[in-house]
Nanobody, 129 residues
Framework: HVQLVESGGGSVQAGGSLRLSCVAS???????????MGWFRQAPGKEREGVAAIDSDGSTGYADSVNGRFTISRDNAKNTVYLEMNSLEPEDNAMYYC?????????????????????WGQGTQVTVS
């Protein structure tokens, strides 16, 4: 069973930046060879939504609301995925979750849906004021 642990959340002022990290463990094969990794967020009273995803071949996808402000990347040697968040806005306030699945795929820049990922982290809170 894949385990995902997020870190890097916190409180920042509007316009600020944060970098989230997600470390995967207990993977059946290394991240580079097959897993699509995604970042999702959920604000109080709202559904969980896809923010960004990166496929095993490096293909990336972003939600329109974050495109140009957020960047997803991966370090295969460390089984780690990052989400660099710049120009943060109060609308970015949410719990951010890391997700992984070896069947999910980024196609034409579209972030796979929540149902496409079987493995989830516990989340890290991002607060923008």
């Amino acid at each position: 069973h894949v385990q995902l642990v997020e870190s890097g959340g916190g409180s920042v002022q509007a316009g600020g930046s944060l970098r989230l990290s997600c470390v995967a463990s207990r993977v059946t094969h290394d991240i580079h060879s097959g897993y699509c990794m995604g970042w999702f967020r959920q604000a109080p009273g709202k559904e969980r939504e896809g923010v960004a995803a990166i496929d095993s071949d490096g293909s990336t996808g972003y939600a329109d609301s974050v495109n140009g402000r957020f960047t997803i990347s991966r370090d295969n040697a460390k089984n780690t995925v990052y989400l660099e968040m710049n120009s943060l806005e109060p609308e970015d306030n949410a719990m951010y979750y890391c997700a992984a699945d070896d069947w999910a795929s980024v196609i034409a820049g579209v972030v796979p849906g929540v149902a496409d990922f079987r493995h989830w982290g516990q989340g890290t809170q991002v607060t923008v004021s």
